[in-house]
């Protein structure tokens, strides 16, 4: 799960990393109001979306940059008015862009270096891994393919936390000089007790900034929390923003149902997530592309079957759908009865390949005949698998 910037700004805080003064609003009046109550004389004024790129990016109607440098009160609230309400489209929204529906309003920082900070979770290691680089600013793919060996990656013992040693290490690497590792050090424990506490997958800082005063402030962060391990954080499911997530994933989220969107034209409906995957993997061998996964579970009701029916025909991606069902606990028949019913307040509007196997597969092909809906019966995965593919590039199958 992601947060907001504003949002990853006071849990940073609450963790003791600086960050600028500054807070969020909804409306123009309300972004002037804080710039008025902020006691200095320039302002940033930040777009809140939950993606990256913001300072590159631009809006739909053609304004530039969803971070913004003022000097005035007045210029806060006319930058406020043209970002609220607008869609912020940047490298790592999709062409489509995300919504913008409220604006950070801080205090602006006189940089003097913008350095690189993560806690990520490395997989190869099976262990949180500190990433760090004096380029920051910039993206840090963009580092690492360029320049790799600008980045260091100090990998944490879980058991043991992250070791002084280490934070010393990598607040060197960074350029501290050794009069003045304090502050990086205090920095790095702060994040790497929220990264643990809070269940992050990510905690980035892009850019950390040590200003020409020389603090060391977060002004920049994202946040990113392992969604299995987000029922023993209330606070931070509370944080959730549907506005900037995928309709589809949302309304998947909804009916608890067992759902990832891809990019490709056939949807599919599968049950068990091995025969899920088998089935994305037939459908790209037969030389086509899924348009998501779906595991319905073994102990779909029929009302998950129907929910899980409706997402797959409002997906406007979606031109043909392949039903992969092996019936153990999940019977043939019912899943007949959930098709028919979602189509029946749901017209399909592209072909229908159903492949069913297992307990009860004659009572449920029976039903589906009966019904008179326009399916494609297929008997053999692949066969079925190519019916898709032929069925959504809309040429006539054999
Ligand atoms: P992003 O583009 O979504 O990563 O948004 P950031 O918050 O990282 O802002 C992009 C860039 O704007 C930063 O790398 C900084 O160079 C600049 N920036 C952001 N906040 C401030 C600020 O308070 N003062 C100054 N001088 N520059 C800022
Ligand atoms: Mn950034």
């Known amino acids: 799960m992601n947060i907001h910037e504003y949002q990853a700004r006071d849990l940073l805080s609450s963790a003791g990393v600086a960050v600028p003064r500054g807070a969020v609003a909804k409306t123009a009046e309300e972004a002037e109001a804080i710039a008025r109550s902020l006691p200095c004389n320039s302002f940033v004024v930040k777009a809140q979306v939950h993606a990256g790129g913001r300072g590159k990016g631009h809006f739909q109607d053609g304004y530039k940059s969803g971070v913004h440098l003022v000097k005035t009160p007045h210029q806060v609230r006319d930058v406020a008015q043209h970002m609220i309400g607008n869609t912020l489209i940047t490298h790592q929204t999709g062409p489509e862009g995300k919504p913008v529906h409220s604006v950070l309003v801080g205090e602006s920082t006189e ?8 806690i990520v979770l490395d997989r190869s290691s099976g262990c949180p891994v500190i990433v760090a680089s004096q380029q920051g600013g910039m993206e840090i793919e963009a580092v690492a ?30 350029g501290f000089p050794s009069t003045g590792l304090r502050a990086p050090c205090r920095l790095l424990h702060a994040a790497y007790r929220l990264f643990i506490e809070k269940d992050c997958s990510q905690v ?17 962060a994202k946040l990113n929390f392992d969604d299995n391990a987000l029922f023993r954080h ?21 009916h608890h149902l067992n759902y990832i969107g891809l990019e490709g034209n056939i949807g599919c409906m599968v049950n068990g997530a091995g025969l899920a995957m ?17 595991d319905v579970g073994g102990g779909a009701s029929e009302q998950m079957i129907t929910a899980a029916f409706r997402l797959l025909q409002a997906d406007s991606s979606v031109k043909a759908i392949l039903v992969n069902i092996f019936g153990g606990i999940l019977k043939c028949d019912l899943l007949a009865q959930g098709m028919i019913s979602a189509c029946r307040n749901n ?40 019916k898709a593919v032929t069925a959504a590039s809309g040429k006539k199958g054999k």
């Open 111 to 118: 940089i003097a270096r913008e350095l690189y900070l993560a």
């Open 145 to 174: 393919e360029k320049n790799p060996e600008a980045i260091l990656r100090e990998v944490i013992h879980p058991g043991l936390g992250l070791q002084p040693y280490q934070a010393r290490k990598v607040s060197i690497f960074l």
């Open 204 to 220: 980035e800082i892009n850019p950390l900034a040590v200003t020409k005063g020389g603090d060391v402030v977060a002004l920049d």
């Open 234 to 254: 209330k606070e931070i499911q509370d944080l959730q923003d549907p506005s900037q997530e995928d309709p589809r994933d949302l309304a998947a989220a909804e």
């Open 278 to 294: 088998a089935t994305l993997d037939l459908i790209q061998a037969a030389g086509g592309k899924p348009a998501n996964f779906l």
């Open 347 to 386: 017209p399909p509007r592209v072909p229908i390949i159903v492949r069913l196997q297992g307990t009860n597969v004659e009572q449920g092909r029976k039903l589906l005949k009966e019904s008179g809906l326009p399916l494609i019966p297929a008997e053999g995965l692949m066969e079925a698998a190519e």
